[in-house]
C-alpha cells in the first residue's frame, strides 16, 4: 500500500463484517453485536440486498422483558429499521465526515454497492482516516 492517507470509504470499510437476517433471533444478535464490539448491524436477505438496520439499543428493552418474562426472544425482523442511511464506497471520508456531524446520525454505517451490502463504516473509521489525512 502506498504511504498515503484514504480519501474514499472502500479504503477505510471493512469488507468482512457482521451482519444478520430478519430471521435472526435478538439472543443471537445481542451475542454477534458483543462479540465485534459493534453498536448495531445491518440486516440483509438472502442475496445479501441491504433491507434494514438493529442496534443495541433497539434490542436491549426486547431482550430484557423476554429474559424477565422467560418468553421466545424476537426476531430481528420484528424490531428492526426499515429506513437505513447508508453509503456508497466511493463516497469521500470528509464528505462523510461532514454528514456525520449534522443532526443524530447513526455510529456504523452500511456500505453498498447496487442495493447489496459490501461492508461497514464506523465513525472510528472516519475518526482513524481523518487523523491519517493530517498527518501522512
Not at 451482519?19 to 440483509?44: C, K
Request: hydrophobic content about 40%; proline content about 5%.
Amino acid at each position: 500500500m502506498l504511504n498515503r492517507a484514504p480519501t474514499v470509504v472502500r479504503e477505510i470499510m471493512s469488507r468482512d463484517c457482521y451482519r444478520v437476517t430478519g430471521t435472526t433471533s435478538i439472543i443471537t444478535l445481542a451475542e454477534g453485536l458483543a462479540l465485534h464490539r459493534l453498536p448495531g448491524v445491518p440486516v440483509v436477505d438472502h442475496h445479501d440486498r441491504l433491507i434494514g438496520f438493529i442496534s443495541e439499543q433497539d434490542v436491549m428493552g426486547k431482550l430484557l422483558q423476554s429474559a424477565y418474562l422467560n418468553d421466545e426472544a424476537p426476531l430481528v425482523k420484528e424490531l428492526m429499521r426499515n429506513e437505513v442511511l447508508s453509503v456508497s464506497p466511493t463516497k469521500s471520508i470528509t464528505d462523510l465526515a461532514q454528514e456525520m456531524l449534522s443532526g443524530n446520525k447513526p455510529k456504523v454505517y452500511p456500505v453498498t454497492e447496487q442495493g447489496c451490502l459490501c461492508g461497514i463504516v464506523t465513525r472510528r473509521d472516519v475518526l482513524t482516516a481523518i487523523l491519517r489525512m493530517r498527518y501522512l
